[in-house]
């Protein structure tokens, strides 16, 4: 069982920057990967970054580098660090863990809001 808890969102102007935080139960390295969603309002969820137990990451095209997903495996915490943000990021931010062979772990959310 894990458990995966967000923090960090709020209400920021277009071109601030936030940072959301996502602290697993569970060491870092076991767990096979840890992602973060996010969902609009009507809007399917996207996946926005990810990185797996040996640190590689990944993240969507279509942030154009503006977003960078990070962990700190003393504190079983994840990362997403999202500068020059857009009204269009606007969405609730999930964390999400992968942990083989069980079902994907995901936690409540956190909403991000950026105001033009």
């Known amino acids: 069982q894990v458990q995966v808890v967000e923090s960090g969102g709020g209400l920021v102007q277009a071109g601030g920057s936030l940072r959301l935080s996502c602290a697993a139960s569970?060491?870092?390295?076991?767990?096979?990967?840890m992602s973060w969603y996010r969902q609009a309002p009507g809007k399917q969820r996207e996946l926005v970054a990810t990185?797996?137990?040996?640190?590689?990451?990944n993240h969507a095209d279509s942030l154009e580098g503006r977003f960078t997903i990070s962990r700190d495996i003393a504190k079983n915490t994840v990362y997403l660090q999202m500068n020059s943000l857009k009204p269009e990021d606007t969405a609730v931010y999930y964390c999400?863990?992968?942990?083989?062979?069980?079902?994907?772990?995901w936690g409540q959310g956190t909403q991000v809001t950026v105001s033009s």
């Open positions: 569970v060491n870092l390295f076991s767990i096979n990967a």
């Open positions: 990185i797996d137990s040996t640190g590689r990451t």
């Open positions: 999400h863990a992968r942990k083989v062979p069980f079902p994907p772990y």
